[in-house]
C-alpha cells in the first residue's frame, strides 16, 4: 500500500479489524519512511448481480435501490434504522449466495416481503401494494384478511 501523504511504497499495518458491515476490513497503516498514519478499507471484490425486470430489461443490481423501497414501506414506524440495515444487508447476503448471476426482480420482490412480514405487518401492506401493484381497496382488504388467517395459525 502506497502511503497517501509521501508516496512511499512500504508501510506497515498497526491494526486491522472487521466491520459490522458487508465484509470490510478496516486496517490502520503507518508509512515506514514518514510515520505518518493513515486508514484503508478493504473489501472483496464481489461478482456483479444483474436483475432481471419484470418487462425483460437486465440492470445491475443496486443495494441502494433495495433499501431505498425497504425505507419507503418502513415510513413512520417505529423500525430502528439498524434493523433496516440488518435486513438490506441478510437480502444481499441471500443474493449474492445464489450462484447465477442474474436474479428476477419478483424473486426479490419475495424475499423483502416475506422479511417485512416478520418485521411489521404495515411496512409489509405498503411493500405489498406496491410490489403486487394493488389496484383498489379491495386488494388492499384480500391481503390484510389473509393476513389475519395466516396469524390465527
Same mark, same amino acid.
Not at 6 to 27: G, N, P
Not at 51 to 72: A, C, H, P, Q, W
Not at 87 to 93: A, F, P, S
Given at each position: 500500500?502506497?502511503?497517501p501523504?509521501?508516496f512511499? =511504497?512500504?508501510?506497515?499495518v498497526? %491494526?486491522s479489524? $472487521?466491520t $459490522?458491515?458487508?465484509?470490510?476490513t478496516r486496517?490502520r497503516r ?12 478493504e473489501?472483496a471484490?464481489? +461478482?456483479?448481480l444483474f +436483475?432481471i425486470?419484470?418487462d425483460g430489461?437486465r440492470?445491475k443490481?443496486d443495494?441502494?435501490k433495495l433499501k431505498g423501497?425497504? !425505507?419507503k414501506?418502513? /415510513? ?9 440495515e440488518?435486513l438490506?444487508d441478510e437480502i444481499?447476503?441471500t443474493? !449474492?449466495?445464489?450462484?447465477k448471476?442474474? +436474479?428476477k426482480s419478483t #424473486? ?5 416481503s416475506?422479511?417485512?412480514?416478520r418485521l =411489521?405487518?404495515v411496512a409489509?401492506?405498503? #411493500?405489498?401494494?406496491?410490489y403486487r %401493484? #394493488?389496484? $383498489? ?5 384480500? /391481503?390484510?384478511q /389473509?393476513? !389475519?388467517k395466516?396469524?390465527?395459525?
Amino acid at each position: 500500500m502506497r502511503c497517501p501523504y509521501c508516496f512511499h =511504497d512500504e508501510t506497515s499495518v498497526i %491494526d486491522s479489524r $472487521d466491520t $459490522d458491515e458487508m465484509q470490510i476490513t478496516r486496517r490502520r497503516r503507518e508509512c515506514l519512511k514518514c510515520k505518518k498514519r493513515f486508514t484503508t478499507y478493504e473489501r472483496a471484490e464481489m +461478482v456483479e448481480l444483474f +436483475v432481471i425486470k419484470k418487462d425483460g430489461r437486465r440492470e445491475k443490481f443496486d443495494r441502494g435501490k433495495l433499501k431505498g423501497g425497504i !425505507l419507503k414501506a418502513c /415510513e413512520k414506524r417505529p423500525i430502528p434504522l439498524e434493523k433496516i440495515e440488518k435486513l438490506t444487508d441478510e437480502i444481499e447476503r441471500t443474493l !449474492l449466495k445464489r450462484e447465477k448471476t442474474e +436474479v428476477k426482480s419478483t #424473486f426479490i420482490g419475495e424475499i423483502v416481503s416475506k422479511k417485512l412480514y416478520r418485521l =411489521d405487518p404495515v411496512a409489509y401492506v405498503r #411493500f405489498a401494494s406496491v410490489y403486487r %401493484d #394493488f389496484g $383498489d381497496i379491495n386488494q388492499f382488504k384480500k /391481503e390484510i384478511q /389473509e393476513m !389475519l388467517k395466516r396469524r390465527k395459525k
